[in-house]
């Protein structure tokens, strides 16, 4: 045989073995049911129970485009594939999950896109949003108050960093202060964990209160307090500035005061949104410090927003925190000093003489 003939045969056996490798793929996703999981075993492996994924389904088929051949994947496997990549962040672990999902990186990375648009698009209003009414503020504030003793607090703030590779585009504004490349994503929550907003649309080395100064719900707040709303306000750490819409702790406080206890109880009442971003991030792998997300960093806005999305669901449903393995970096327990608004610094003095004395 020639050689060039041989070489023609080599080529042939394996291009009919990738062709017969691609059909037992489809076969394996085709003939997989995660649905057939024990309960427990599908949460630990998509986070949302099965009645939630059902309904997920759903919604979002309509969304996604059907297979346009006999290789490709159906809307339903894909949703699959995209949440089980948003629980590990790892497409090594996925691609184990062959009984459920066998496909290739490109492939999943493809379906993580897809699913993530439709989501962001179609979901994100219906499961994010802040207290508009009286009714909703008054209930959040009940439940700081019982829990904590801190009073008029509708929601907790704070920041938390999700890593990126290295952007080609204005890569100094993505270098945080920790010397590596991120999203700066600013989280609001109540005191369930449930997130009333997420900004994730500001590279790593934006300071959180400059991420504070350009958000809708400043403006919101500041539009409530010119309208005689006096007695709501979030809670914030020191990198934030002291407003009558925002509340932070006193620096160095003489023990035993009223400023003392105030500070006490703030941190009682924040700790809320520490343990949000907490759940989330070990809800969601793929945004832990230690999952790089390989994608711009405008995508990766969006999937921080669906794994926000996904994780209001699981927490409507009462759906178990998992296990306890992850603790968010305390970033800015010696944060820079944000300067002080004297307005804020009446109001919260006003705030301790009334209920800290």
């Known amino acids: ?34 649905f057939e999981l024990p309960d427990q075993r599908f949460i630990d492996l998509f986070r949302l129970n099965k009645d939630l994924m059902r309904n997920l389904i759903n919604v979002l088929r309509p969304h996604l485009q059907e297979r346009s051949r006999i290789t490709g994947v159906l809307p339903e496997q894909r949703i699959f594939a995209a949440l089980l990549f948003y ?46 009414s009286e009714e909703e503020k008054m209930r959040i504030k009940i439940s700081f108050m019982e829990k904590t003793r801190f009073p008029g607090t509708i929601a907790a703030i704070d920041c938390t960093h999700v890593a990126i590779l290295k952007p080609r585009l204005e890569e100094h504004n993505y270098l945080n202060r920790k010397g ?49 709303n006096r007695g709501s306000w ?44 907490g759940v989330l991030k070990n809800r969601f792998r793929c945004i832990l410090h230690e999952r790089v997300l390989r994608y711009s960093p405008e995508l990766v ?35 820079n000093r944000y300067d002080q608004n004297i307005n804020g610094d009446q109001a919260r003095l006003e705030l301790i003489n009334r209920y800290f004395r």
Request: glycine share 4%; hydrophobic share 35%; net charge neutral.
């Open 234 to 277: 979030l809670i914030g750490d020191s990198g934030y500035p002291q407003q009558p819409w925002l509340m932070t702790p006193v620096l160095n406080p003489p023990p035993n005061s009223a400023a003392a206890r105030y500070n006490l109880r703030h941190a009682s009442a924040r700790n809320c949104v520490e343990r949000c971003i």
């Open 301 to 335: 806005g969006k999937i921080v927003t669906v794994c926000a999305v996904l994780h209001n669901m699981c927490i409507n449903a009462n759906i178990e925190e998992p296990q306890t393995d992850f603790v968010d970096n305390i970033e800015d327990a010696f944060p």
């Open 87 to 132: 629980a590990t962040g790892s497409y090594q672990r996925l691609l184990g999950q062959g009984y459920l999902v066998s496909m290739s990186q490109q492939l999943v990375s493809k379906c993580v896109r897809e699913v993530t648009e439709a989501i962001y698009f179609h979901l994100a209003n219906e499961w994010i949003n802040f207290p508009a």
């Open 180 to 228: 590596y490349h991120s999203k700066n994503v600013q989280i609001i929550c109540d005191y369930s964990l449930k997130i009333l907003s997420v900004n994730a649309r500001y590279a790593g080395a934006s300071h959180d209160s400059f991420i504070w100064r350009e958000s809708v719900i400043q403006q919101e707040l500041i539009r409530c307090y010119e309208q005689g």
């Open 1 to 34: 045989m020639f050689p060039g003939h041989r070489f023609i045969l080599i080529e042939e056996i394996r291009r009919g073995q990738q062709r017969i490798n691609k059909n037992e793929m489809r076969l394996l996703r085709d003939h997989s049911n995660p």
